[in-house]
């Protein structure tokens, strides 16, 4: 009998309620026992109310003959024994047994299409990636002409994952036109926003898969250097990208010669240092520059004067890595997906105060409440959600009698608030409204580059104001200030960390006036 | 700083200089060696980038991941950012700065913890979230947290606590 199968998550999530520790009790059960089996680290499912959730690949004695993943978890190192006692590896009863991955509800209704093989595959292995469906996008770009690359992309609908949904194609048609000698592929990994986790997700589970996307971008407008800018703070990711990339050479997926067409793409990661606003486009190439991540004024575009002063494309993460599927399907395949003028699959994530907080892939057109409530599971404490956060720390707060909304950029945008990259935050009702809106304009007061003034002084500002507000000082006149204060920043800042703190603000006060009280004590400075 | 310090920073600085705009990069290798950019090092590496010292130094203040004094034995960052508040973050750090003596952008007396606000740590739907020498760890409690520091601590000072 050849020896059985077993995963265990080396995402970092995972790894953080005691994956790791769970993986060498199961290395060290089986050898104690003398049974030899094959552990492979993969990412995660993105189901962290059930990790660390371990699988077993159980040998071919299903109907079909197929093989299957059974799941069991959440598992502790206190159950790694009876699991050996259960059987687990021929998929043996056992209380923490989930049947099979598939068929578990929470993942069954998802559309996984970015995420196909995050927590499927090993990510360190380009075999196990090209025998998921992987590089057959490149493939498929290699018989292409360039504008064919565009156009497909163009086709797809894609819009941009990172916040600001502008169309993919168009950006890249614009810096395919530009005729210079070098042009940049750029990826933006600074997933900055509170609440975010998919890209550090697909980076560690499934690096090659933004690997092949921006090397089809490559291909797509004649660049042949890339990098990742990706934030210092996720050290697993990056060891995931640089062992996947040292891979993707070693197999001439990257290098002078991409599979043999003579075609060069060359790939390296470089890291933030702690910069909120190097997530912002201009920001980030400044700072892979080696400079102070200061925001660019625009015009020139950066895809027209980007890095180092060349045609660039900055896309997200989840952009890259939706590219190689539109590739691969088909433009009409993938445009299939969603709702309006939001095509495709999202890649949502569900955190803070929830039960079963994770990563849902679903087309545009699911409603939030479906999400909390059928995904989510509601709070994790039990108690009633009060207001959720979309899109990160610049999002507006969500109220319950706002739940129906759908996920969908204009739906948002119409409600005055906005989709970002697609993190959801909830709260319970012990929240405090006016102290989260003081920590928004605390939290830009810190991180703004000091290039413009809306966004430097008035942060600090708002803070007081909010202060004095909170301290019975002349609270409507103060109140009022704040509204006039929230509204040069929206008009007047150079970026959208200005531009956007605002929003969290105004939402609070429209929908939570009430906790904008006068109060004793003052609210104390947070971290 | 030290004599093998600053050989250290001219070493690291000649191999990367080369390096399309090399500046933060040859920072994350000097604190990744020294634990910390020395001010000293400012001069050396404006030199050998041909950059003003006012460039380098603007840079090095600019990111918060970059320290210019040596850290604790041990970094502990908790996370401050929205999703870890909805779960208590903020009892935490308070529970966190009296267990450990110092607050944030502080190190112990005795040099073993350095404690660090970090916003987001990506471990969103485990909030709330620290990162400790590079390890992250999730769904905290107090009780966890003192844990965590008590093992460094015996690590640290041997037998005697």
């Not at chain 1, 969603?338 to 569900?350: A, E, F, V």
């Not at chain 1, 545009?364 to 059928?374: A, K, T």
């Not at chain 2, 970090?118 to 390890?135: E, K, Q, T, Y």
Request: hydrophobic content about 40%.
């Amino acid at each position: 009998m050849s020896a059985a199968t077993v995963y265990v998550p080396r995402d970092a999530s995972a790894l953080s309620i005691g994956a790791g520790e769970v993986a060498t009790a199961i290395a060290k059960e089986s050898s104690a026992r003398g049974i030899e089996l094959k552990l492979v680290r993969n990412g995660s499912r993105g189901a962290f109310w059930l990790e660390p959730l371990v699988e077993v690949l159980v040998p071919a004695q299903a109907k079909n003959g197929d093989q299957q993943r059974i799941a069991y978890g959440p598992v502790t190192v206190a159950d790694v024994a009876s699991l050996f006692a259960a059987d687990f590896l021929n998929g043996g009863a056992h209380p923490l047994c989930l049947g099979p991955t598939d068929a578990i509800a929470w993942f069954a209704s998802q559309q996984r299409l970015t995420f196909a093989r995050v927590g499927i595959v090993d990510p360190a292995s380009v075999a196990d990636y090209v025998a998921h469906g992987g590089y057959q996008g490149l493939r498929r770009a290699l018989s292409m002409a360039p504008e064919a690359i565009v156009q497909s992309v163009l086709d797809s609908g894609l819009r941009g994952r990172g916040g600001a949904a502008f169309p993919t194609g168009i950006k890249w048609k614009t810096v395919l036109e530009q005729k210079t000698q070098q042009k940049y592929i750029t990826c933006n990994a600074d997933e900055g926003d509170s609440g975010t986790f998919s890209d550090r997700m697909l980076m560690e589970g499934d690096p090659l898969c933004l690997v092949e996307g921006m090397t089809i971008a490559g291909l797509a407008v004649g660049a042949t250097q890339g990098y990742i800018y990706l934030r210092a703070e996720y050290p697993h990711a990056h060891r995931a990208l640089n062992t996947a990339i040292a891979a993707a050479y070693q197999a001439r997926y990257l290098g002078a010669d991409v599979l043999g067409s003579g075609k060069r793409f060359d790939l390296e990661v470089r890291l933030g240092a702690g910069a909120y606003v190097c997530g912002e486009e201009t920001s980030m190439l400044e700072s892979l520059e080696g400079k102070r991540g200061e925001v660019r004024v625009r015009p020139p575009l950066p895809a027209i004067k980007g890095l180092f002063g060349q045609p660039t494309i900055v896309n997200n993460v989840m952009t890259f890595a939706s590219v190689p599927v539109i590739l691969h399907q088909g433009a009409e395949f993938y445009k299939n997906f969603g709702m309006g003028r939001s095509r495709g699959t999202l890649p949502l994530q569900l955190a803070g105060n929830i039960k079963r907080g994770g990563l849902i892939e679903r087309a545009f057109g699911v409603s939030l409440r479906e999400l909390l409530y059928d995904y989510g599971g509601g709070s994790a404490t039990g108690r009633p959600i009060r207001a959720v956060q979309v899109g990160g720390p610049l999002g507006a707060y969500i109220p319950a009698s706002q739940f129906d909304v759908v996920i969908d950029y204009e739906a948002l945008t119409a409600i005055g608030a906005l989709l970002g990259h697609g993190g959801i935050v909830v709260f319970d009702d012990t929240v405090d409204m006016a102290r989260m809106a003081r920590y928004a304009m605390e939290f830009c007061a810190v991180e703004s580059c000091g290039k413009c003034t809306p966004c430097r002084i008035g942060s600090t500002r708002g803070v007081e104001v909010i202060d004095r507000i909170l301290g019975g000082v002349e609270s409507e006149r103060n109140l009022q200030l704040l509204e006039n204060l929230c509204e040069t920043m929206l008009q007047g800042s150079l970026c959208g960390l200005g531009g956007m703190t605002p929003f969290p603000v105004q939402s609070a006060l429209k929908h939570f006036r009430e906790d904008f009280r006068a109060r004793t004590p003052p609210l104390k400075q947070a971290g | 700083m030290l004599p093998a310090e600053s050989d250290t920073v001219r070493r690291i600085v000649e191999d990367m200089k080369g390096r399309p705009g090399p500046l933060i990069e040859v920072l994350h290798s000097v604190q990744a060696a020294l634990g910390y950019v020395p001010p000293d090092a400012v001069p050396i590496l404006a030199d050998a980038l041909n950059l003003s010292r006012a460039e380098v130094h603007g840079v090095v203040t600019f990111y918060h991941f970059f320290r210019e004094t040596p850290p604790g034995r041990h970094t502990v960052s908790l996370c401050r950012a929205e999703a870890c508040q909805s779960m208590g973050a903020d009892e935490l750090a308070e529970h966190a700065k009296g267990r450990l003596g110092v607050d944030f952008h502080e190190t112990t007396k005795d040099g073993t913890f350095s404690l660090e606000p970090v916003f987001c740590l990506g471990n969103c739907a485990c909030s709330p979230a620290a990162m400790i020498d590079g390890r992250l760890f999730g769904r905290l409690t107090p009780e966890r947290f003192d844990d965590l520091i008590a093992e460094r601590q015996s690590k640290t000072s041997g037998p005697k606590q």
